[in-house]
């Protein structure tokens, strides 16, 4: 039952930041300005994170059991979750320049947006190196260190971050 709620949740978050993320591709006048940008991105980040979801979510109900697909989905999927908070941060960023500096708001936020963009997806891409660091070097995940030598996949069938996350 689990498997299927964590799908349904996946599938309900793609589909809830769709449409937000649409208005802002679809509409080119809102490129130009920065909150539109970030909202966007926020709404990015949130929809591949329920896509990632949703595939955990499949790859639980197919049974797969390929562990480095389990692995990168999670790295992924927790690397798309900081990269979500760090866009409500950047957002609270351009509404506090908005509010304390009105008048420069808009040229102060269009040098910042590299920036501010930079902060959203270098923490996704970060994980997901380090997820591909931890695969190849084979680090010890918490659920072996929680379990010591018992059998990770019969305490953990499914794709989790416990026996996915390297401890370090």
């Known amino acids: 039952m689990y498997v299927f709620v964590k799908t349904a ?30 909202a966007g991105n926020l709404s990015a980040t949130v929809l591949l994170f329920g896509m990632t979801l949703t595939l955990i979510g499949a790859h639980d109900i197919v049974q797969l059991q390929v562990n480095y697909v389990c692995e990168t989905l999670q790295y992924s999927s927790f690397g798309l979750a900081v990269s979500f908070k760090m866009s409500e941060v950047c957002v609270a960023v351009d509404q506090f320049v908005a509010v304390t500096r009105p008048l420069h708001h808009y040229a102060l936020m269009t040098r910042a947006r590299p920036w501010l963009l930079a902060a959203i997806w270098l923490p996704w891409a970060a994980n997901v190196l ?6 190849s070097f084979q680090l010890e995940r918490f659920a072996e260190t929680a379990l010591g030598s018992g059998n990770v ?14 401890t370090v």
């Open 153 to 166: 996949s019969l305490a953990f069938p499914e794709c989790r971050w416990e026996r996915a996350l390297a």
């Open 9 to 38: 949740v996946g599938c309900l978050l793609t589909a809830n930041y769709a449409v937000p993320l649409y208005t802002v591709v679809s509409n080119r006048h809102l490129w130009d300005e920065p909150m539109a940008v970030l």
């Open 130 to 135: 380090f997820g591909v660091f931890g695969m």
